[in-house]
RNA sequence: GCGCCCGUAGCUCAACCGGAUAGAGCACGAGCCUUCUAAGCUUGUGGUUGCAGGUUCGAGUCCUGCCGGGCGCGCCA
């Protein structure tokens, strides 16, 4: 429970009180009523609309219903001062007391400050990264990779019990594709046992898509399992063995790139296993028995026909009927399934093992597909399960201002694994959340691994490098012991009496609200504003020290208030700490 | 043509299920190093929140219509 929280139930037991005593209606709906912190902070430490909320309601004035509330609030613990304010807001500023104690609280939580109750255990799945298994992960697909794990993180900390899944898509006509160029590498690797002709005339008669380098690896292991094996067989045959191999091998590549993340799923799942689960025919049997798929024909798009247009009966499903523009083909001419027909097999294994929550994590071309796939789960679950889905714009490469081609076409992408080892893991994860998932991100080489205050992961690293560097130098003042957090939990809080550091503490005590407000909306970029916030305010009290030495952290005449200042600073240490670890970045004891 | 996302200071972006005088950083102006890390800090200038309406005590936020940018648009994934 935050700060906040706890001070709504006192703002609404006091309330309950008023309609005890007659001094307004009783049975009065206390839902919309919010205690938040004020927007400006000269406004005092908390705010309610409680007043005017209920005003309405009461048949009273907004202006009189807030002089009874506050005149009532101001006799609470822990209040300093009650007001009115605009039109009809209660402001409180609470006494020093009531802050230092949770500084105090901070220091015993530890690691665990800002874990939430209120996901309450719910099982969600979030879905990210399920890049195809054709090549290497590149750039963008870092920055979905990114935001999943630290939405999932963020999660965990609000207490929802999460679960990281990867959608492999191994049954596609992209992954016989790729068998063919790996099988071209295989014969190539071969090198004297199979002749030029052969291989010309296998690459002449293929449709060779994917002709990058890291296959040639491939059909060199392929080679060297398998021996000449597959040179005379006919294509059936090679093709399911040569397919699986090589989906291992890109999983494979993938899971080293997802290593260099520092990234790790709980599940992966793969399409093919679906289908040959049957998952896909129970699922359109689900829809089915509810009237939910016909066959019928499409009208073209309109203002947008495409030249070989023809009318043609498709097997659909009734997306229109929960949400989405039109019906949606569930089957190719062939035969074979859609991919929307198997996504739909996928989202309702998620929903019967139990995920109430679904969030998807996909690349912003993938927008048009995000009410087909919400009708679905509607479908589905009869509107019990709840999918989000948040697509992540491009991202903008960058080199000293001047920007890295990276034209699909050309297949020019930058892979994510050279991007990490450029400019290491930890630049590439904060980085990756400092915009919002839908917003353009650039990215700039120089830019990420500068050491100045327009890095964002520099300026907040050195607030913690900071913290540890003060601690060493009060190891050596005072010695070393009654420097870890249980001590200065104990520490003369009471000597934190400067604005600053109080109003430093304040921003601590938010720490739980935004871990709470940022899962709940689902949205991992608010820890970054929040810890830069936080990295700013601490940077500022830091330096009021150079200007006047009563302000240092550490008084060497006055050990007590020392030890109440690097309770503060341990404070920030920890919440900073607590904010990277949900980034999956590592907190630096020093800046090198 | 239709759908989705976006439009906030010169630039890059915040604004917590509708809250008070819309905030940060960069850039620009003015200060601060015999002092715990100046790789930094303080302070100032800067706004018709794309435009026009609507909803209400209150709108950057919700609704409608325009304008501009991005993505997508029957079997690809």
Redesign the pocket.
């Known amino acids: 429970m935050n700060v906040f929280g706890r001070f709504r139930g006192h703002v609404v037991a006091v309330i309950e009180r008023m309609a005890e005593d007659g001094a307004i209606p009783s049975g009065l709906d206390l839902a919309r009523v919010a205690v938040?912190?004020?927007?400006?902070a000269?406004?005092?430490d908390m705010?309610t609309?409680a007043a005017?909320?209920l005003a309405?309601p009461a048949a009273m004035k907004?202006n009189a219903f807030a002089s009874l509330l506050a005149e009532r609030l101001a006799r609470l613990d822990d209040v300093a001062d009650a007001s009115v304010?605009?039109?009809?807001?209660v402001?409180l500023r609470l006494e020093d007391s009531f802050w230092h104690a949770r500084l105090a609280e901070t220091l015993q939580s530890g690691p665990a400050y800002g874990d939430s109750s209120v996901g309450g255990g719910e099982a969600v799945n979030v879905e990210f990264v399920s890049a195809?298994p054709t090549g290497p992960l590149h750039v963008g697909h870092s920055r979905g990779a990114v935001v999943g794990d630290a939405l999932a993180a963020l999660l965990e900390k609000a207490g929802y019990d999460v679960t990281r899944e990867y959608y492999v898509?191994d049954a596609?006509?992209?992954v016989d594709k790729l068998a063919h160029a790996a099988y071209w590498r295989y014969l190539e690797a071969l090198g004297d046992k199979v002749s030029e002709d052969v291989i010309d005339g296998f690459v002449r008669d293929s449709d060779l898509e994917y002709r990058g380098d890291y296959l040639i690896p491939v059909g060199a292991r392929l080679a060297e399992r398998d021996g000449v094996k597959w040179v005379e067989a006919a294509r059936d045959e090679w093709l399911p063995e040569v397919r699986a191999f090589v989906i291992d091998e890109m999983m494979g590549l993938i899971r080293r790139d997802l290593d260099a993340l520092g990234i790790r799923f709980d599940v992966f799942t793969s399409e093919r296993g679906l289908v040959a689960e049957g998952k896909v025919e129970d699922a359109l049997r689900f829809l089915e028995a509810r009237g939910l798929i016909y066959t019928g024909?499409?009208d073209p798009?309109?203002?947008?026909k495409?030249d070989?247009?023809?009318?043609?009966p498709?097997t659909l499903f009734r997306a229109s009927a929960f949400g989405d523009?039109v019906d949606r083909?569930l089957r190719?001419?062939?035969g074979a399934w859609?991919?929307?027909a198997t996504d739909i097999a996928y989202h309702l294994d998620k929903a019967r093992r139990g995920y109430q929550t679904m969030i998807d994590v996909w690349g912003?071309?993938?927008?048009?597909?995000?009410?087909r796939m919400q009708a679905a789960v509607k479908a589905l679950t009869d509107g019990r399960c709840a999918l989000d889905v948040k697509?992540c714009q491009?991202v903008g490469l960058f080199e000293n201002g001047e920007p890295v081609a990276m034209s699909k076409r050309a297949g020019a992408f930058v892979a994510a694994a050279d991007v990490v080892e450029r400019v290491g893991r930890d630049a590439v994860r904060f980085i990756m959340l400092t915009?919002?998932n839908?917003?353009?991100?650039?990215f700039d080489f120089a830019k990420v691994t500068e050491?100045?205050?327009?890095n964002p992961v520099?300026?907040v690293q050195?607030a913690h490098?900071?913290v540890r560097?003060?601690f060493r130098?009060a190891a050596e003042v005072f010695g070393s012991g009654g420097l870890d957090a249980d001590a200065l939990a104990r520490a003369a809080m009471h000597r934190l009496t400067d604005a600053d550091e109080v109003g430093l503490i304040k921003v601590l005590a938010g720490w739980p609200?935004v871990v709470e407000?940022a899962a709940?909306?689902h949205?991992p970029?608010?820890v970054a504003?929040y810890l830069?916030?936080l990295a700013?305010q601490f940077?500022?009290l830091?330096?009021?020290?150079?200007?006047d030495?009563n302000l240092?952290?550490?008084v060497e005449e006055d050990p007590e208030l020392s030890r109440a200042r690097l309770a503060l600073a341990q404070g920030v240490a920890t919440v900073v700490a607590s904010g990277l670890r949900i980034f999956g970045v590592t907190p630096v004891e020093?800046?090198?």
Do not use: C, I
């Not at 304010?85 to 807001?89: D, T, V």
């Not at 798009?301 to 947008?304: E, I, R, S």
């Not at 839908?438 to 650039?442: G, M, R, T």
């Open positions: 938040e912190p004020p927007r400006d000269n406004h005092g705010t609309n005017m909320v309405g907004p304010a605009g039109p009809g807001f402001n195809n898509n596609g006509a992209q024909v499409l798009p309109k203002g947008k495409p070989d247009w023809e009318p043609r498709q523009d083909p190719k001419s062939d859609t991919y929307f912003a071309d993938h927008g048009g597909y995000v009410k697509l491009m915009r919002r839908d917003a353009h991100l650039d050491r100045s205050r327009d520099f300026y050195y490098a900071r560097s003060l130098h609200r407000g709940e909306a949205e970029h608010r504003y830069h916030a700013a940077h500022a830091w330096n009021k020290g150079t200007d030495a240092r952290f550490l020093e800046m090198r």
